[in-house]
């Protein structure tokens, strides 16, 4: 069971990526899975969550109306595609899946719901 995060990289300030989350040896559409990104020193933060159960999407209030997560099922990946960037986006986005009734419809946003981890991809918005 291995979550495998990537897209990361160096951007300058406006422009996009697109991360991608590939799940092996379990079907991430089952799942429920959620962004999250951490700078040195401070807590991990919940980004985006993209629901098993009704196909919802969230996003915590920095990103919204910049990011949108998506999921290709028969590839067992989501994506997070990130336009907009801006240096505050700067840190170590992990992905996240998990079975646990609590953010099935991505009610809960704390990590410790979450059961599978990505390696983490480092994002870095800078001119």
């Known amino acids: 069971v291995q979550l495998q995060a990537s897209g990361g990289g160096l951007v300058q300030p406006g422009g996009s990526l697109r991360l991608s989350c590939v799940a092996s040896?379990?079907?991430?559409?089952?799942?429920?899975v959620g962004w999250f990104r951490q700078v040195a020193g401070k807590e991990r933060e919940w980004v985006s969550c993209?629901?098993?159960?009704?196909?919802?999407?969230y996003f915590n209030d920095p990103v919204k109306g910049r990011f949108t997560i998506s999921r290709d099922n028969a590839e067992n990946t989501v994506f997070l595609q990130m336009d907009l960037l801006k240096p505050e986006d700067t840190a170590v986005y992990y992905c996240?899946?998990?079975?646990?009734?609590?953010?099935?419809?991505?009610?809960?946003?704390?990590?410790?719901?979450?059961?599978?981890w990505g390696q983490g991809t480092l994002v870095t918005v800078s001119s």
């Open positions: 996240a899946a998990g079975l646990n009734e609590s953010i099935r419809r991505c009610q809960r946003t704390e990590p410790s719901w979450y059961d599978h």
């Open positions: 993209s629901s098993s159960s009704d196909g919802m999407t």
């Open positions: 040896g379990f079907t991430l559409g089952y799942h429920t």
